[in-house]
C-alpha cells in the first residue's frame, strides 16, 4: 500500500514568514512522528502523536513551532516566524497501534525548508 | 533521558570486506534497536532491528548484536557491496510507540 507521504518536498522561504508542512501518514497507523535533519545530522525528535492522547511536545526546540494532527491522520507542522536555523529536511514518521511489542516506524520523504 | 552515540562517523571499506558500526546508549530502560540505512536523497529505511530478549539477529549479509549489560549494540555487514553506501544511524527506545533517539550517523562508502 502507499508508504508515508509529505509535502510540499521542498520550500524556500524568507526569514520571518511562517511555514506549514504536511504529513499523511499510513492509513491505519495510529502514532505519528515528526522529526528534523539538519546537514549531515542525526535526526532529532519534535513531537510525538499517540491516537487521541495529548502529543509530546518535548522536542520542539521553540514556541514557534506547533502541530496538529486532524482526526487522528493527517498532520500539519507549523513554524511561525521562521529563523535561518530552521533550515534542515523535516521528517514525518508513523506506526501501527502498539500490539504489546515494537512496532516499527515508516518514514516519509521528507520536506527540505531552506531559510533566506 | 537516552543518549545515543555511534562510532565511526565516517568508514571506508573495500567491496567485499566487512563494516562494523557501534552504538551505545544511556537509558537501561531502552529495549528496542533499530538501524537504518538512508541513501543520498532519500528517506530513512529499517534495515534491522532487534529487540533487547535477544542477543544477535541476522538477515542474509546484515547482522545485529546487543550487549546489555554494556549498553550497546553494533551492526555489521559482510561481503560489502557498493550499493551498501549510504549513511547509516542506529537508535533506541523504550518500549511501546514512544520517540526513537538516534544517534548522528555513519557515512559508509564501499569502494569498488
Known amino acids: 500500500g502507499a508508504g508515508v507521504s509529505q509535502s510540499p518536498s521542498n520550500k524556500v522561504t524568507e526569514k520571518g514568514k511562517d511555514v506549514e508542512l504536511r504529513c499523511d501518514p499510513i492509513?491505519?497507523?495510529?502514532?505519528l512522528y515528526w522529526y528534523r535533519q539538519s546537514l549531515g545530522q542525526g535526526l532529532e525528535f519534535l513531537i510525538y502523536?499517540?491516537?487521541?492522547?495529548?502529543?509530546?511536545k518535548s522536542g520542539l526546540p521553540s514556541d514557534r513551532f506547533s502541530a496538529e494532527r486532524t482526526g487522528g491522520s493527517v498532520s500539519t507542522l507549523t513554524i511561525q516566524r521562521t529563523q535561518q536555523e530552521d533550515s534542515a529536511v523535516y521528517l514525518c514518521?508513523?506506526?501501527?497501534?502498539?500490539?504489546?511489542?515494537?512496532?516499527?516506524?515508516?518514514f516519509g520523504p521528507g520536506t527540505r525548508l531552506l531559510v533566506l | 533521558g537516552e543518549n545515543v552515540e555511534q562510532h565511526p562517523s565516517t568508514l571506508s571499506v573495500q567491496e567485499g570486506d566487512s563494516a562494523v558500526i557501534k552504538c551505545t546508549y544511556s537509558d537501561s530502560a531502552s529495549n528496542y534497536f533499530p538501524w537504518y540505512k538512508q541513501e543520498l536523497g532519500k528517506r530513512p529505511q529499517l534495515i534491522i532491528d532487534i529487540r533487547s530478549n535477544v542477543g544477535e539477529k541476522k538477515d542474509q549479509r546484515i547482522a545485529v548484536t546487543l550487549n546489555k549489560t554494556a549498553k550497546h549494540f553494533s551492526l555489521h555487514i559482510t561481503e560489502t557491496q557498493p550499493e551498501d553506501s549510504a549513511v547509516y544511524f542506529c537508535a533506541a527506545r523504550r518500549s511501546g510507540n514512544t520517540p526513537l533517539v538516534f544517534g548522528k550517523g555513519t557515512r559508509l562508502s564501499v569502494i569498488a
Open positions: 502523536f499517540q491516537g487521541n492522547s495529548a502529543p509530546d
Open positions: 492509513s491505519g497507523h495510529t502514532a
Open positions: 514518521a508513523s506506526s501501527p497501534r502498539p500490539s504489546g511489542g515494537q512496532e516499527t516506524q515508516y
